[in-house]
């Protein structure tokens, strides 16, 4: 199973903010990202999964997590760490699977060198706070 790695990235490096996109939505950007998406499991943080719970239609969630460990939503399932995030995803027979983030899961994935191909999104607009894209690089 191949792993993707996904992110928009504003001009000054900057992925989020306090589990917020910190650049208004994008409807060109939302539909592209939905639509590569669509139909293969995506693993992300529990904080990143409450924030995107609407945008994931169709896709099965991997949620990695130390403290949560069942979800409303019924298409995700827990996973404890990156080995056991990997495993989940694979056990639902896709090709590919796509990390989504936040920060710490891009770190949780670098060490491991198990995401084959990154995805990087630029967004024209800079923000002061939040994560930056060295997570992910």
């Given at each position: 199973m191949?792993?993707?790695?996904?992110a928009a990235v504003a001009e000054n490096g900057v992925i989020g903010n306090d589990g917020e996109l910190p650049w208004p939505s994008i409807?060109?950007?939302?539909?592209?990202?939905?639509?590569?998406v669509a139909g293969s499991p995506v693993v992300l943080g529990r904080r990143?999964?409450?924030?995107?719970?609407?945008?994931?239609?169709?896709?099965?969630?991997?949620?990695?997590?130390?403290?949560?460990?069942?979800f409303e939503e019924p298409s995700a399932r827990h996973a404890a760490g990156v080995e056991e995030a990997v495993e989940v995803a694979a056990s639902l027979g896709a090709d590919t699977a796509y990390?989504?983030?936040?920060?710490?899961?891009?770190?949780?994935?670098?060490?491991h060198l198990i995401v084959t191909t990154?995805?990087?999104?630029?967004?024209?607009?800079?923000?002061?706070?939040?994560?930056t894209s060295e997570q992910i690089q």
């Open positions: 191949e792993l993707v790695s996904i409807p060109a950007d939302k539909r592209q990202y939905r639509g590569r990143t999964f409450e924030s995107m719970r609407e945008d994931l239609p169709g896709s099965a969630q991997v949620v990695l997590s130390r403290s949560e460990r069942s990390v989504l983030g936040g920060g710490g899961i891009y770190e949780l994935f670098q060490p990154v995805h990087y999104f630029n967004i024209d607009r800079t923000s002061s706070c939040g994560r």
